[in-house]
C-alpha cells in the first residue's frame, strides 16, 4: 500500500526497507527481525481524517513482549560496556538518518494522525533536535565530583544503566513521543522496548527501521504494536523490565505505579493536564488572544499541556471574549497545510470529548462556538471536532476538572490576579501554566505562586524545547522530568564511588 507522497524520492534503507511505502501489515520490530503477532493477529489502523482504513497493524500479545523482552536483555550487557560517547554517535547517526528522511516521516505522522504536512514536519523536527541534543550528552554524562572528609579518599557519582527500559507512549505528537522516550533510554545504556500506541504505529515502525539502519545492536530496540491490556500491560507486568517510562492518561498511570510498584520497579509517568492561561487586564490582548488559540487548539487540542481554562480579568473579559470567539470562528480546520487544525485521534475520544460538552451545557454552561463533530464536504467520516469555547462553568465542573484532549476550552471570569491565581491552582493537575501581563510584579508573584512545572510569561501552555526538563505536578506525573539533561535521570542510577589511595606507596 503506497502513502501519497510529495516527499522527494530516497534511497531504500539498508534493510531494503522504503518509508515511502507504508507496509501492508506494520510488523514488529524485535531486534533486526520483522514479526507478526506471534498468534498472528493484526488490527486495523484508520485515517483520522476519513475513517478509511490506513493499513493493519501486529496485535502483540504477552507471548510478543516476552520475545521482545528476552532479547533486549541478552544485547543490553554489551550495549551498556559501550562507551556513552559510542552510544551516542549511533544515536546522532539515527537524528541523521531522520533528518535525511524529514519528508517520509511527516508524511507517516501526517497520515495516521491527521494533522497537516506542516505541522507533522514541525513535530518530525523536535524529534530529530532531541536526537541531536541527547547524542551530545554522550560526551557529557556527567555524574559529580566532590570532596571526602577522610585524606586521600576521592569520592564522585557515575550513572549506571538499570537494564531493559519499557517505554510506552501516546498518539498525539507520535514521532516526538518515540524521540523523548528512546533517545535519552538508549543513552544511559538501557535495552529498550517501545509499546507503539495503537492509533500511530507507522512513525514508530519508521523510528524503528531508522534506529536498525543507524546500526544499534541487534536486540537493544525493538518496537511492538497492539493494545494497552494486550501488549502494554505485559510489559508493565514483566519482571525484567526495570524502568516503566509511560506517557499518557492518569488512568492508565495509576495502573502503571501501582502495578510495577508491587516489584519496586522505577517508572516515569507523564500523564494530562488542564492547564491555566490567565489573561490578566494589562496584557496585550491581541497576544494573548494568539496564544490562547495556539494553546486550545493547535493540534486539535491534543496537547497533554494544551490551554483547557482561560481565566480573565473582569475588566477585559467582554473584550477579550469577543476578539477571542472572532478568531475562533475564523480558524480553518481539516488537513492542508493552511488549515489550523484536523482532526482528533479516533472516533470514542470524539465520542466521549462531545458527550463531555453536552454534559456541561445540560448542567448551564454556554457553548460560545464549536461543541458538535463537522460533517459534510471534506469532513465526512472523519473525526473532526469544531473548536468549542465553553462558558459559565464553575470550578468544580467535570468539564473544569477533567481532560478531554480535543479542541474545547473553558473560559472563567475573576475579579483580580488573587483568585486567578487560586483558580488556576484549583486542578487536580498541575503540567503547565501561563500568564498574560505587561506587570513584572505580577509576572515574577505567578512564577513563584503557581502550581506547575512549566510557567510561562507571555506565551502559551505548550511548546517546550528538547534541552529543558518537562513534567508536572500532582495528577500530572510522578515527580519525573522527560528532555533536557533531567531525562537521564529517568533511565539511569546513581552509583557513588569512593576511592582510596596510599600517596606515601608512590
Ligand atoms: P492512554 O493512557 O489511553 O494510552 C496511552 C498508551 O498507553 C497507549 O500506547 C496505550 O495502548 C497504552 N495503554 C493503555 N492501557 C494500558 C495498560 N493497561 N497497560 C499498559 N499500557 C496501556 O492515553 P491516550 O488517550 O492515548 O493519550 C492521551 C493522554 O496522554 C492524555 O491524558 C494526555 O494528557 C497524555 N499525555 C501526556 C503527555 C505528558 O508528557 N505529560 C504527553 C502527551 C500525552
Known amino acids: 500500500m503506497n502513502v501519497p507522497s510529495s516527499a522527494e524520492p530516497s534511497r531504500a534503507d539498508a534493510a531494503g526497507q522504503d518509508l515511502r511505502s507504508i507496509p501492508a501489515v506494520v510488523p514488529n520490530q524485535i531486534g533486526n527481525q520483522d514479526a507478526g503477532a506471534s498468534d498472528g493477529r493484526t488490527f486495523s489502523k484508520t485515517d483520522p481524517a476519513t475513517g478509511l482504513a490506513v493499513c493493519e497493524v501486529a496485535r502483540s500479545t504477552a507471548s510478543d513482549v516476552s520475545r521482545a523482552v528476552e532479547r533486549a536483555k541478552q544485547a543490553q550487557p554489551a550495549w551498556a560496556a559501550m562507551t556513552p560517547v559510542a552510544r551516542g554517535d549511533i544515536l546522532r547517526q539515527i537524528a541523521l538518518l531522520m533528518r535525511e528522511h524529514r519528508a517520509e516521516l511527516a508524511e507517516l505522522v501526517a497520515k495516521e494522525t491527521g494533522k497537516s504536512r506542516k505541522d507533522a514536519r514541525g513535530e518530525t523536527d523536535a524529534a530529530i533536535e532531541m536526537g541531536f541534543f541527547v547524542a551530545g550528552e554522550g560526551r557529557r554524562f556527567y555524574g559529580q565530583t566532590t570532596t571526602s572528609a577522610v585524606p586521600n579518599k576521592t569520592a564522585m557519582t557515575v550513572r549506571q544503566p538499570l537494564g531493559v527500559a ?245 473560559l472563567y471570569r475573576v475579579q483580580g490576579f488573587d483568585e486567578a491565581i487560586d483558580l488556576a491552582n484549583d486542578s487536580p493537575f498541575g503540567l503547565t501554566a501561563s500568564i498574560h501581563t505587561r506587570d513584572l510584579n505580577r509576572a515574577h508573584t505567578f512564577v513563584s505562586r503557581i502550581q506547575s512545572g512549566v510557567a510561562v510569561v507571555n506565551g502559551g501552555t505548550y511548546g517546550s524545547e528538547p534541552h529543558l526538563p518537562f513534567g508536572g505536578l500532582r495528577q500530572s506525573g510522578n515527580g519525573w522530568r522527560e528532555a533536557g539533561t533531567d531525562a537521564l535521570n529517568v533511565y539511569s542510577d546513581v552509583k557513588t564511588v569512593y576511592i582510596n589511595h596510599d600517596p606515601t606507596r608512590v
Request: glycine share 12%; hydrophobic share 45%.
Open 166 to 410: 519499557g517505554l510506552i507512549i501516546a498518539a498525539n505528537t507520535p514521532i516526538a513521543n518515540v524521540a523523548w522516550k528512546a533517545f535519552p533510554a538508549l543513552l544511559c545504556g538501557n535495552a529498550a522496548v517501545m509499546k507503539a500506541s495503537e492509533d500511530t504505529p507507522l512513525s514508530a515502525w519508521a523510528f524503528g527501521v531508522l534506529a536498525r539502519e543507524a546500526g544499534v545492536p541487534d536486540g537493544v530496540y525493538s518496537t511492538l504494536h497492539g493494545f494497552g491490556e494486550e501488549a502494554g500491560a505485559p510489559l508493565v507486568e514483566h519482571p525484567d523490565v526495570a524502568v516503566v517510562s509511560f506517557t499518557g492518561s492518569c488512568q492508565v498511570g495509576r495502573w502503571i505505579a501501582e502495578t510495577a510498584g508491587r516489584r519496586l520497579a522505577k517508572t516515569c509517568l507523564e500523564l494530562g493536564g488542564k492547564n491555566p492561561l490567565i489573561v490578566c487586564d494589562d496584557a496585550d490582548l491581541e497576544n494573548a488572544v494568539k496564544w490562547t488559540l495556539g494553546s486550545a487548539f493547535s493540534n486539535a487540542g491534543q496537547r497533554c499541556a494544551a490551554g483547557s481554562r482561560i481565566i480573565v480579568f473582569d475588566k477585559v473579559y467582554d473584550t477579550f471574549t469577543a476578539l477571542l470567539l472572532d478568531a475562533t470562528r475564523a480558524l480553518t480546520i481539516g488537513t492542508s497545510d493552511t488549515d489550523d487544525l484536523g482532526p482528533v485521534i479516533n472516533e470514542s475520544q470524539m465520542v466521549s470529548m462531545l458527550a463531555a460538552v453536552e454534559r456541561a451545557k445540560a448542567a448551564g454552561a454556554a457553548v460560545l462556538a464549536g461543541g458538535h463533530r463537522l460533517s459534510g464536504d471534506g469532513y465526512d467520516g472523519g473525526y473532526f471536532v469544531a473548536p468549542t469555547l465553553v462558558a459559565h462553568v464553575g470550578a468544580n465542573d467535570e468539564i473544569s476538572q477533567s481532560e478531554l484532549f480535543g479542541p474545547i476550552t473553558c
